[in-house]
């Protein structure tokens, strides 16, 4: 079964510092992998994907990830952190052809001025 | 395009009523399912649907409905509401194929259950 862990319910960053939200999962077969952003009272809008091909992914926002199959990994990672990026952020699994997504507890980050 | 349309964003129930969140996509997609959000819980698959006339139960069905009549509506029915379902719930949809991966989520309906 698929399974996604976050680490860090709430990070917290200032301005112009780097963002790195983590997250490992589990998975029987090769997975797919998505990060989702969620800003206060929204739905979900995806950040980026990691489906086949390359393992470093870019995404909206300045925002990148790199797929470890060694290291069962996903971070999300923004090199300087702005205060239009506070949000809760989703990291989430699929496995192939399965519909179903697995998500993550979520990461609240927070920047500071 | 609409995209996912869900109705109403907020709702207050009385234990015991009940009621139908309503969810809409306008993008001929064959995936649709339905997610609770909770604090500190992330989003728990409750429903799903792979197309017209097939539903399946996510990781959290108890106490909840599903149909799927048509390709475009997948409403969500609480036939005696709980305390216990008072959150936030959002529905999402994927397009068809091997390939789907992406899945667009609606803005979500905020329950209260007293």
């Known amino acids: 079964a698929q399974s996604v862990t976050q680490l860090g319910s709430h990070v917290s960053v200032s301005e112009g510092a780097l963002v790195l939200l983590r997250c490992n999962y589990s998975?029987?077969?090769?997975?797919?992998l998505f990060w989702y952003v969620q800003y206060p009272n929204q739905g979900l809008q995806l950040l980026l994907k990691y489906t086949t091909g390359a393992t470093l992914v870019k995404g909206i926002n300045g925002f990148e990830a790199e797929f470890k199959k060694s290291e069962t990994s996903f971070h999300l990672t923004k090199p300087s952190a702005h205060m239009s990026d506070a949000a809760e952020y989703f990291c989430?699994?699929?496995?192939?052809?399965?519909?179903?997504?697995?998500f993550g507890k979520g990461t609240l980050l927070t920047v500071n001025p | 395009n609409a995209g996912v349309t869900q109705t109403p964003k907020f709702q207050v129930l009385k234990t015991g009523q009940s009621m139908t969140l309503q969810c809409a996509q306008d993008m001929n997609h064959e995936y649709m399912s339905w997610y609770r959000q909770d604090p500190g819980m992330g989003l728990r698959l409750i429903h799903y649907s792979v197309g017209a006339g097939i539903t399946d139960q996510g990781e959290v069905p108890n106490g909840y409905n599903v149909s799927r009549s048509t390709t475009e509506d997948f409403p969500l029915r609480l036939l005696s509401a709980a305390p216990s379902q008072t959150s936030v719930y959002f529905c999402?949809?994927?397009?068809?194929?091997?390939?789907?991966?992406?899945?667009?989520f609606g803005p979500g309906t905020r329950l209260t259950v007293l």
């Open positions: 999402a949809s994927s397009p068809p194929g091997v390939s789907t991966d992406t899945q667009y």
């Open positions: 998975s029987s077969v090769p997975p797919y």
């Open positions: 989430a699994v699929k496995e192939g052809s399965n519909y179903k997504l697995t």
